[in-house]
């Protein structure tokens, strides 16, 4: 069968109102069981999502509003190992989602936090990150945001393959960094290091969309291909003894303003003025590799890496070079980049505005621990930003506080050293 053909097929097929009810619970109960690999770099088996199990409603094959509930079943779990990105059920209050994927656990955007000590505050959950809407799984569009900031793409249409290309069509070839969505046959994940050849390409990193690319219910088309990048094989776990090192090449920012245009340019009328996709240069690059942490500048180069404060290496291309890097602690030397994901995570994280670190606070830690509304005069408020202690230590990936100084401030302080 061609594709066209499948597609007629498919389309043959539509579920009754109640047979769509019944499979919602079935859905919401996220029964189906993953085998080892799925995608393998591209699609996967096309029944894995487009069987009858997987289909909603009248839509058969254009899935695009509930596609994220397709993902989810295979892409959480309520004890979220590997490739699975959201804690399933939500954890009740006072209890973190557990999620330690670099990206960041969708669970987040569930998570309503407040504070009445010593004002009164709150973090609503669609602050946390990119709301996908997926309403058999609680997760609605962000409505404070009715439109990407700095841009024009719609937040009702925001989905998993509003940025992952489910048929994970698109390729590098060489490299170079050469992404082409048909030709040499991809022969395995992009993520991890192996490299194209002349005859087999790999996909791209996470099988993230490129240049060219929409979706059917979306009217937007990016303009900017995937980054180049490489993660470790074993992503999701805590960070207690060792930083997960995702190694960012070429591209990793411009992916961004695909849906946020605008920040391309911060002279344009945004209220995002921090430089991304900028070049450190030695004077701050120095100054990451030296800071440790508030008021210790007694580091060096070989060990400065901290995955809450990542960089892009230069402008590299090549997978190989890059999978190097992943056991490496080492900092940035000055041509390497500041990005969005310095800051940001891809997904979801605890704080407003994604950010990787709580940038609302004063203090990371209130005398050598972190901050917690359980932790009696220990910086309540803004600090722990609603969460508990143990919240707060999950939202660190687990790291163990005496990583930080007594009173941590900000992490922007790993470039700017300011305090
Ligand atoms: C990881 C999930 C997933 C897998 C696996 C998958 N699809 Fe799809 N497919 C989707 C989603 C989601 C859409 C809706 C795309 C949109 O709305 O833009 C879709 C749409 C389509 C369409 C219609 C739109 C188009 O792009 O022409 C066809 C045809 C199709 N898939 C064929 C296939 C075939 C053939 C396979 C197996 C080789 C396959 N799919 C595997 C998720 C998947
Ligand atoms: C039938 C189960 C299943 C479905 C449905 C599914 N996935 Fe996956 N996915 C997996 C498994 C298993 C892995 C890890 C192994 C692999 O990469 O094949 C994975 C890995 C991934 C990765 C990382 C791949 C890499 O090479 O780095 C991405 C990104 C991803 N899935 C996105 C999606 C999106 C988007 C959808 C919905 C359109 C989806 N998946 C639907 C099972 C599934
Ligand atoms: C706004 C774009 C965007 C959306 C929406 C999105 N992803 Fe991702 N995803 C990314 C990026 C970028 C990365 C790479 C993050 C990194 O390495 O720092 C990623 C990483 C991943 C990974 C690897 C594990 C990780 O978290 O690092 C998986 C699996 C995945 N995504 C699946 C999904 C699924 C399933 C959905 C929908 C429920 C989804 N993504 C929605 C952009 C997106
Ligand atoms: C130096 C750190 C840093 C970098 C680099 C950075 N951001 Fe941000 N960004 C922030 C902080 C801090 C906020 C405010 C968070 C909050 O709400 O408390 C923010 C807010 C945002 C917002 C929400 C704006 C609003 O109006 O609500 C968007 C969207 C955003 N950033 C996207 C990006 C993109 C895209 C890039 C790369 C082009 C980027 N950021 C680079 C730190 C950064
Ligand atoms: C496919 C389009 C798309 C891409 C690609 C995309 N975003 Fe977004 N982003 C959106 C939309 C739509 C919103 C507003 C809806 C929401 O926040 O859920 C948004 C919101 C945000 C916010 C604000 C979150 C909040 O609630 O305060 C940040 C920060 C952000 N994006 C950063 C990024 C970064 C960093 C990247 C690259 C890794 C990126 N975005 C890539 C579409 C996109
Ligand atoms: C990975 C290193 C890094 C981190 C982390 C970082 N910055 Fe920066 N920052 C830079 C670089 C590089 C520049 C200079 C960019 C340029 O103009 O080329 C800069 C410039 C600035 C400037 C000067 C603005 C201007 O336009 O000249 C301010 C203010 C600033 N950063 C604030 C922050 C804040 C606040 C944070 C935390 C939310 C932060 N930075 C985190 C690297 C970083």
């Known amino acids: 069968m061609d594709r066209a053909e499948i597609f007629k097929h498919m389309g043959k097929r ?176 992009g993520s991890y290091g192996t490299p194209p050849t002349a005859t087999e390409a790999v996909g791209t990193y996470r099988m993230l969309a490129g240049k060219g690319y929409g979706t059917k219910t979306v009217g937007h088309t990016f303009l900017y291909d995937p980054p180049i990048a490489v993660a470790p094989r074993n992503y999701n776990r805590p960070e207690i003894y060792v930083d997960t090192r995702v190694v960012y090449g070429k591209g990793t920012s411009e992916w961004c303003l695909n849906c946020h245009e605008e920040f391309a340019s911060r002279t344009q009328s945004s209220s995002h003025i921090h430089a991304a996709g900028a070049e450190l240069g030695s004077a701050i690059a120095d100054t990451y ?33 890059l999978a190097d890097l992943r056991t490496s602690l080492g900092g940035p030397r000055p041509e390497d980049k500041i990005t969005c994901l310095t ?26 621990d972190y901050p917690g509304i359980d932790a009696a005069g220990k910086g309540g408020g803004r600090n722990a930003g609603g969460k508990t202690r143990a919240e707060y230590k999950k939202a660190m990936y687990d790291r163990d506080p005496s990583k930080f100084a007594t009173f941590q401030r900000s992490l922007c302080n790993k470039c700017h050293a300011k305090d």
């Open 14 to 189: 539509s579920l009754r109102p109640a047979q769509t009810v019944l499979l919602s619970v079935l859905v919401g109960l996220g029964t189906y069981q993953a085998a080892e690999a799925f995608h393998a770099g591209w699609t996967g088996d096309c029944d894995g999502c487009h069987a009858p199990s997987s289909l909603t409603g009248e839509v058969t094959v254009g899935l695009s509003l509930t596609s994220s509930e397709i993902c989810l079943r295979c892409h959480s779990a309520a004890k979220p190992v590997d490739y699975q990105v959201a804690t399933n059920p939500i954890p009740p209050p006072g209890i973190p989602p557990v999620s330690l994927t670099p990206g960041g656990d969708f669970a987040y955007l569930q998570k309503r936090y407040y504070w009445t000590d010593p004002e009164e505050g709150s973090s609503p959950g669609e602050r946390h990150g990119h709301n996908i809407v997926a309403p058999a799984y609680g997760y609605t569009a962000d409505v404070s945001h009715p439109f990407a900031p700095g841009g024009s793409y719609p937040a009702a249409g925001l989905s998993c393959i509003s940025c992952h290309d489910p048929h994970g069509n698109y390729r590098l070839v060489d490299a170079s960094g050469t992404i082409v969505q048909e030709g040499n046959p991809i022969i395995d994940s």
């Open 289 to 321: 590799n030296y800071y440790v942490k508030s008021g210790d500048l007694g580091g060096n180069q070989s060990t400065a890496f901290t995955s809450m404060v990542p960089f892009q290496s230069g402008d590299m291309t090549g997978v190989q070079q």
């Open 343 to 368: 800051c940001h995570r891809a997904h979801a994280s605890p704080w407003n505005g994604m950010t990787r670190w709580n940038t609302d606070g004063s203090f990371l830690l209130v005398d050598s």
